[in-house]
């Protein structure tokens, strides 16, 4: 293993194609990429990768760059893209293809605000648009998380148990384009841990139709079957993990990361980079005598709900941190967390960095201030915290 100072795009890149080369006595790597603004840098240094077998291809649409991986991924072989923003929108027909197909196809997402107005900086409103795609959906908080999501990734959707894609996610240019030191394992440590892909229902030499016509019961039984699956991936990242620790001696984060709970009645619960400002507050917090405490949402798809209610089960005020705006109703995040918190706590919403707006301590010490004031939950404040 090596210690390398590189993006976070290029932390996705370098474990794409180590994780592509560790298929390479089976059926190979590949995948369709089409370039756009910020995660470009990551398919741009893919391409420059050799691979044994299989290729990259550069394609004219983010559409058509999932179809590849739909084609590569369909033969039996391991497959990636990376996107972001509105070249997400453009793909979401065969994003949802590629989960109903239960094809295990990795996806770094680079989370950028949706435009127009064009707007390259972060957003988490593009993946989450997608939330019920049929991914898993990881965020990450620093580079290499990213590069080990990536493996693991790998790891959790080719696992029989599971065959789900999984969209790695990102936060733009905050981590896309920042570089810092990431270790970066060889590709023997990745060959130990990542099996050769034998996808149970890859195409071979007798025909068959993929994505036919299905009747009202087919398709109970089809969703019946993805629900299934996407409610096991939660013991089987687990397991994942543990396996992850013994071959590169750091353990990957669990779905949902307390910080300072031990004795939390405030609670903050955050996604992606935010969770490390979030972390700064809180001791500022906890030097002033208050009890405060922080949760960060690594997993979103699916949605670790047994764990967020049983970290909040003390709580009693509790501020959820949206980078997204679901219009007209708040925050997604803050929809689908207040249903696990106690009957008795305050859940309040708050947007806030929106179109890649700072998020710094003194922005959450804002929040906790409002929050101590309320008597009662209201609707979810959009705060502008550009400044």
Same mark, same amino acid.
């Given at each position: 293993?090596?210690?390398?100072?590189?993006?976070?795009?290029?932390?996705?890149?370098?474990?794409?194609?180590?994780?592509?080369?560790?298929?390479?006595?089976?059926?190979?790597?590949? %995948?369709?990429?089409?370039?756009?603004?910020?995660?470009?840098?990551?398919?741009?240094?893919?391409?420059k990768q050799e691979f044994a077998k299989g290729a990259i291809v550069r394609v004219e649409s983010e559409h058509s760059a999932m179809a590849v991986c739909m084609g590569v991924s369909l033969g039996g072989a391991r497959s990636f893209t990376a996107s972001s923003s509105n070249g997400l929108a453009y793909m979401t027909e065969n994003v949802f293809a590629a989960a109903m197909y239960r094809l295990p196809i990795v996806?770094?997402?680079?989370?950028?605000?949706?435009?127009?107005?064009?707007?390259?900086?972060?957003?988490?409103?593009?993946?989450?648009?997608?939330?019920?795609?049929?991914?898993?959906?990881?965020?990450?908080?620093?580079?290499?998380?990213?590069?080990?999501?990536?493996?693991?990734?790998?790891?959790?959707?080719?696992?029989?148990?599971?065959?789900?894609?999984?969209?790695?996610?990102?936060?733009?240019?905050?981590?896309?384009?920042?570089?810092?030191?990431?270790?970066?394992?060889?590709?023997?440590?990745?060959?130990?841990?990542?099996?050769?892909?034998?996808?149970?229902?890859?195409?071979?030499?007798?025909?068959?139709?993929?994505?036919?016509?299905?009747?009202?019961?087919?398709?109970?039984?089809?969703?019946?079957?993805?629900?299934?699956?996407?409610?096991?991936?939660?013991?089987?990242?687990?397991?994942?993990?543990?396996?992850?620790?013994?071959?590169? %001696?750091?353990?990957?984060?669990?779905?949902?990361?307390?910080?300072?709970?031990?004795?939390?009645?405030?609670?903050?619960?955050?996604? %992606?980079?935010?969770?490390?400002?979030?972390?700064?507050?809180?001791?500022?917090?906890?030097?002033?005598?208050?009890?405060?405490?922080?949760?960060?949402?690594?997993?979103?798809?699916?949605?670790?709900?047994?764990?967020?209610?049983?970290?909040?089960?003390?709580?009693?005020?509790?501020?959820?941190?949206?980078?997204?705006?679901?219009?007209?109703?708040?925050?997604?995040?803050?929809?689908?967390?207040?249903?696990?918190?106690?009957?008795?706590?305050?859940?309040?919403?708050?947007?806030?960095?929106?179109?890649?707006?700072?998020?710094?301590?003194?922005?959450?010490?804002?929040?906790?201030?409002?929050?101590?004031?309320?008597?009662?939950?209201?609707?979810?404040?959009?705060?502008?915290?550009?400044?």
């Amino acid at each position: 293993m090596s210690t390398e100072l590189v993006s976070a795009n290029h932390a996705a890149a370098l474990a794409a194609t180590l994780a592509g080369r560790a298929n390479r006595n089976a059926r190979g790597f590949g %995948g369709g990429v089409y370039p756009i603004t910020p995660q470009t840098e990551c398919i741009e240094l893919l391409c420059k990768q050799e691979f044994a077998k299989g290729a990259i291809v550069r394609v004219e649409s983010e559409h058509s760059a999932m179809a590849v991986c739909m084609g590569v991924s369909l033969g039996g072989a391991r497959s990636f893209t990376a996107s972001s923003s509105n070249g997400l929108a453009y793909m979401t027909e065969n994003v949802f293809a590629a989960a109903m197909y239960r094809l295990p196809i990795v996806m770094m997402a680079v989370n950028r605000t949706l435009g127009p107005p064009w707007n390259i900086w972060v957003d988490h409103g593009d993946t989450l648009a997608l939330r019920d795609s049929g991914w898993i959906q990881l965020y990450c908080e620093d580079n290499q998380e990213v590069l080990d999501s990536i493996l693991l990734a790998y790891r959790l959707a080719e696992d029989k148990r599971v065959l789900l894609p999984v969209m790695v996610c990102q936060d733009a240019f905050v981590l896309s384009h920042t570089m810092m030191q990431t270790d970066v394992p060889t590709q023997e440590q990745v060959d130990r841990f990542l099996p050769e892909l034998a996808l149970p229902h890859r195409l071979t030499e007798r025909a068959v139709t993929v994505g036919g016509l299905d009747f009202p019961h087919e398709t109970e039984a089809h969703r019946h079957q993805h629900e299934d699956a996407m409610r096991r991936v939660g013991a089987v990242y687990d397991e994942i993990a543990l396996e992850f620790e013994r071959a590169f %001696g750091r353990k990957p984060a669990p779905a949902l990361v307390p910080y300072r709970m031990e004795d939390a009645e405030t609670v903050v619960l955050s996604m %992606g980079t935010t969770a490390a400002t979030v972390r700064a507050a809180v001791d500022r917090a906890r030097e002033a005598g208050e009890r405060v405490g922080a949760l960060r949402l690594r997993m979103f798809r699916p949605f670790p709900g047994r764990e967020l209610r049983a970290a909040l089960a003390r709580a009693k005020r509790i501020a959820v941190l949206d980078r997204d705006i679901s219009l007209g109703h708040g925050g997604v995040l803050w929809s689908e967390a207040r249903g696990f918190a106690p009957a008795q706590a305050l859940v309040q919403g708050y947007m806030l960095g929106l179109g890649g707006g700072d998020i710094r301590p003194e922005h959450i010490g804002e929040v906790l201030a409002d929050l101590a004031r309320r008597d009662a939950a209201g609707e979810p404040e959009l705060l502008e915290v550009v400044r």
